[in-house]
């Protein structure tokens, strides 16, 4: 297993929110749900999940800088050279227990392997840690609410709770979902980092949903009802007569929830006023017609006299 720190493309000196910004970059860029059938990105997640497991942990981030577990969180054994023999006391040496005459010069086996394992016990005592994931949610679960029951990288399966109204990078954190400690410790907690997927039509600004719509030229000159998408569902809106490209309609309490009194924000749509498709040269001879008599410079609007 790689070393996390190359892994996530951070320093040995990395802050914690530095390494957090790190993981939560690669994990977004790597994630089964926005690499569908890609084994390798899945492969790729996992071992950056792992190196976020080691260092987004400070007590298992400092075991490792010190050598005690390795890449994937293993205790390392214990190793002893010639020298820590060499200077040890000489009725130390080579872990026998001896004192200066008699009987007691007899090796002690029984206390040698009690204190061998209640070392063994002591180095490999686990104890509890955070876990953290990126979760994708689709736009209108986010602005919603909605309930998922997701599969974590450990295999792990969540019910999840995505309150209304969550925002891109907010984080969930689900007590008791880490993972546990050896000897019955309670497990630690999961951090549930939110990425918001993009919608083809809706844009969050704040609480409120902005959002285009077309309309043809002669909805625009005369007004009418058109029918637009909200995140509510489908709606009937009325176009004023005389509308331009540009005209905001403002559709109150349809954008996303503010806080828990249910208040929300509104629905803003732009008004795109489109060209027919096909003119034929009977609307052409209409329009310069009505140019003539009508004679006009959008463009001085913008400075340009020309």
């Known amino acids: 297993m790689a070393d996390p720190y190359k892994t996530l493309g951070v320093s040995k000196t990395a802050t914690a929110e530095e390494i957090r910004s790190a993981y939560r970059k690669l994990a977004k860029e790597t994630h089964p749900d926005l690499n569908p059938g890609n084994a390798e990105a899945e492969r790729r997640f996992k071992e950056i999940s792992a190196a976020n497991d080691i260092l987004g942990d400070p007590e298992k981030r400092k075991r490792f800088d010190a050598g005690e577990i390795d890449e994937s969180g293993a205790e390392k054994p214990e190793r002893r050279y010639y020298r820590d023999y060499a200077e040890a006391d000489p009725n130390m ?101 939110i990425h918001v997927l993009p919608h083809p039509e809706f844009r969050r600004d704040g609480n409120d949903i902005r959002s285009e719509v077309p309309i043809s030229l002669g909805e625009a000159l005369n007004g009418g009802s058109v029918r637009v998408d909200t995140v509510d569902g489908p709606v009937d809106v009325k176009v004023p ?66």
């Open 241 to 306: 007569k005389r509308a331009k490209t540009g005209t905001i309609l403002r559709l109150r309490n349809k954008g996303v929830r503010r806080d828990k009194s249910g208040a929300r924000g509104d629905h803003l749509i732009e008004l795109v006023v489109v060209p027919p498709e096909n003119p034929d040269d009977e609307l052409a001879a209409f329009m310069a017609d009505w140019e003539a008599k009508h004679p006009q410079n959008p463009r001085q609007k913008r400075g340009d006299r020309s």
């Open 93 to 193: 040496r080579y872990g026998g227990r001896a004192t200066s005459g008699g009987a007691g010069d007899a090796f002690d086996a029984d206390d040698l392997f009690a204190d061998l394992f209640r070392s063994r016990g002591a180095r490999f005592r686990e104890p509890p840690s955070d876990v953290h994931y990126t979760l994708p949610v689709d736009f209108l679960d986010a602005v919603n609410g909605a309930r998922k029951t997701v599969g974590m990288p450990d295999g792990k399966t969540l019910d999840i709770e995505i309150p209304a109204g969550i925002r891109e990078g907010q984080t969930l954190r689900l007590k008791g979902q880490g993972r546990a400690g050896s000897e019955g410790a309670a497990p630690g907690d999961a951090y549930v980092d």
